[in-house]
Nanobody, 127 residues
Framework: QVQLVESGGGSVQAGGSLRLSCAASGYTTRPGCMGWFRQAPGKEREGVAT????????RYADSVKGRFTISQDNAKNTLYLQMNSLKPEDTAIYYC????????????????????WGQGTQVTVSS
C-alpha cells in the first residue's frame, strides 16, 4: 500500500519561509513524477511544482517561480518544497502527489491526473 505523508506546514508571517516534506512509502518503483499542489478555501486545487524523479526537470506555477524550490532525496524517498518570501495568497492546504508511468514531458503542475495523494498540510501566511 503506497503512502504519501506530508509534514512541515505551519503559520508564518509574510516574507518568511517554510519547508514542506513528503515521505513516500510502499512503492516498488519510485513514481516517475512527483509534485506539490495546494488548495485555498473556496478555490480549486492548483499545481505548484513538479519534479521528474528520473532526471532533474522541475517545473513551477508562475505564481511561485523564483520563490519556491522543489527537490528530492531519493535515498530517503522524500520530496521537499522550500518556500521563501511567502505571501498571504500562499495560504492553503498543500498536498504531495505522485504519478506513475509518466514521461518527463507530461510531468507538470498543470496536469491533474496524479493518482496518489497525501493527506495535506496547512500553510498559513499572515500579513
Amino acid at each position: 500500500q503506497v503512502q504519501l505523508v506530508e509534514s512541515g506546514g505551519g503559520s508564518v508571517q509574510a516574507g518568511g519561509s517554510l519547508r514542506l516534506s513528503c515521505a513516500a512509502s510502499g512503492y516498488t518503483t519510485r513514481p516517475g513524477c512527483m509534485g506539490w499542489f495546494r488548495q485555498a478555501p473556496g478555490k480549486e486545487r492548483e499545481g505548484v511544482a513538479t519534479v521528474y524523479t528520473r532526471g532533474t526537470t522541475t517545473r513551477y506555477a508562475d505564481s511561485v517561480k523564483g520563490r519556491f524550490t522543489i527537490s528530492q532525496d531519493n535515498a530517503k524517498n522524500t520530496l521537499y518544497l522550500q518556500m521563501n518570501s511567502l505571501k498571504p495568497e500562499d495560504t492553503a492546504i498543500y498536498y504531495c502527489a505522485a504519478r506513475r508511468g509518466v514521461s518527463e514531458f507530461f510531468c507538470s503542475p498543470g496536469r491533474k491526473d496524479f493518482g496518489d495523494w497525501g493527506q495535506g498540510t496547512q500553510v498559513t501566511v499572515s500579513s
